[in-house]
């Protein structure tokens, strides 16, 4: 059995009295050891689906509707938020895209990591510490014995983002949600940190939702692939399948517009036209209007699907 069911996650957002859905019944398994990369255009659902499966919201104007979320059996729609908070944090961690707005900036870095090691593992104040040491040897950071003592700021971005990795890990998780984790750094840390992140599934069977616009990040580093496009899943299998074989138009695309398919080119490909608003939805297939295979079907049904919600594939084109 997977680690992770999600089935229908819907995140809805009233504004000024009327809901508009930004993530659609959104389902996908996710098994132990796996990295799912989570890939779309910005604005896509990518965020809110994944602070919708921690149910940690950033605006009280949203809420998450579903379906079911379950964690190693346990039900999370069913909880209550003070079990819901040792959930996440714990079971679930998450790391971001600027570790400086997560770290505390007044809290040395070993304390930031000892405080998730008392709190889910139950460590004294002591043996915290010194796991808090080997837990920042373990995601590179040199010299952690002195190191341990440092505030955020005297971390370079590199360094800071592998203490936001070592403070969510200081907590045990099963899974790890990592929105963007390498896009503010240079290509040389960027690759470090996705080999730190390998590392930790390696080592420790860790599971990880890679949200990434990068599909040069997802080739080298996930098992599975599951593409967004206007708050829908549209495409979602193992990376070889869908990187060598995309089924949706929408997949192909983003896969054409990589720059290693548009090398020679002095200009970047994209895809033409803009993604729909959310609240003024084509009828049908969300990405018909854009779609250059679009049939009789596309601007009528919208087209569902597990390894392809649409009504055309490309597979199945002589
Ligand atoms: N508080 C909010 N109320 C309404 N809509 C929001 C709110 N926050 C974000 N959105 C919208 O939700 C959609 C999905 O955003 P997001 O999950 O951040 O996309 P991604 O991570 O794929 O770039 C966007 O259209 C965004 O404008
Ligand atoms: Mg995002």
Redesign the pocket.
């Known amino acids: 059995m997977s680690l992770l069911q999600v089935r229908d996650l819907s995140v809805i ?1 009233n ?1 000024a009295g009327h809901d ?1 859905t ?2 659609d019944r959104v389902s996908f398994d996710l098994a132990e050891g796996e990295i799912l990369g989570l890939v ?10 994944c ?1 919708g499966l921690i149910r940690l919201l ?2 009280p ?2 809420r998450v509707q579903g379906g079911a979320l379950r964690l190693a059996g346990q039900d999370l729609l069913a909880m209550g938020e003070a079990d819901m908070r040792a959930v996440r944090g714990g079971q679930l961690g998450m790391i971001f895209q600027n570790p400086s707005s997560h770290l505390d900036p007044l809290m040395r870095v070993g304390e930031q990591i000892a405080e998730g090691i008392r709190l889910h593992q139950g460590a004294s104040k002591k043996d915290a510490r010194r796991q808090a040491v080997e837990v920042l040897r373990q995601v590179g950071i040199p010299d952690p014995q002195a190191r341990v003592d440092n505030y955020p700021h005297e971390f370079s971005g590199g360094m800071r983002q592998r203490a936001m990795i070592a403070v969510a890990l200081g907590c045990n998780p099963k899974v790890l949600i990592a ?1 963007e984790p390498t896009t503010a750094l240079d290509v040389t840390v960027q690759a470090q940190i996705l080999r730190l992140l390998l590392d930790l599934r390696d080592r420790r069977g860790l599971s990880i939702i890679m ?1 990434t ?1 990068d599909l040069g990040v997802v080739a080298q580093t996930c098992d599975s692939i599951a593409v ?1 496009y206007a ?1 829908r899943l549209c495409e979602h299998a193992s990376k070889y399948e869908v990187l060598a074989h995309p089924q949706h138009p929408y997949t192909a695309g983003l896969i054409d517009c990589q720059p290693a398919h548009s090398s020679g080119h002095a200009l970047l490909r994209t895809i033409p036209g803009q993604p729909p608003l ?1 609240d003024a939805l084509p009828a049908g297939c969300r990405f018909s209007p854009r779609c250059p295979q679009v049939g009789a079907l596309c601007t009528e049904q919208l087209p569902h699907g597990a390894r392809v919600a649409c009504h055309y594939p490309l597979g199945d084109r002589p």
């Open positions: 957002a504004n508009v930004l993530v779309g255009e910005s604005g896509s659902g990518k965020t809110m689906a602070r950033p605006s104007n949203l929105d949200i616009h967004m708050g959310l």
